[in-house]
């Protein structure tokens, strides 16, 4: 089962979010797909691959040159878990922010449950507050204010 779980999770982050593919979302992402994602960025609500393609299509908008690595991956029974860093450039409009033509970095954790060979449920911790610094949407703090 772990290979299966794996193979999912790579198809997750290279075809989807890597090549833009939207089609791969209705193949490994089941339609009441539960999403665990607690950030200031991420606006979509609801189940299924729907929302997933939406962020892919917001992210992929704002910066069309993105690419995550899949730095670990580690799967267990119906389990995976990955930490990936993305990388790309601020060349379209993020949630009304302008283009800041700023190359990011962030990195990120995400869970994923898998049962009859779709993705069921999905967790995600990443730095989206360092996302929003380096695209100048908020401040960084320095020492004098601290």
Not at 99 to 126: C, H, L
């Amino acid at each position: 089962m772990s290979t299966n779980v794996k193979e999912l999770v790579r198809r997750f982050r290279d075809e989807l979010w890597n090549e833009g593919n939207l089609k791969v979302a209705d193949e490994i992402i089941a339609p009441n797909c539960l999403y665990h994602i607690y950030d200031p960025i991420t606006p979509f609500a609801g189940t299924g691959p729907e929302r997933a393609m939406k962020s892919v299509v917001m992210f992929r908008a704002a910066f069309p040159d993105l690419q995550m690595t899949i730095e670990d991956l580690f799967a267990e029974g119906d389990r995976a878990m990955a930490r990936w860093t993305c990388r790309g450039t601020h060349t379209g409009d993020l949630l009304g922010v302008s283009p800041s033509r700023m190359q990011v970095t962030v990195a990120g954790m995400d869970m994923y449950r898998v049962a009859d060979g779709k993705i069921q449920e999905f967790w995600i911790n990443w730095d989206a507050m360092g996302l929003m610094q380096q695209i100048g949407l908020e401040p960084v703090a320095n020492e004098a204010s601290a």
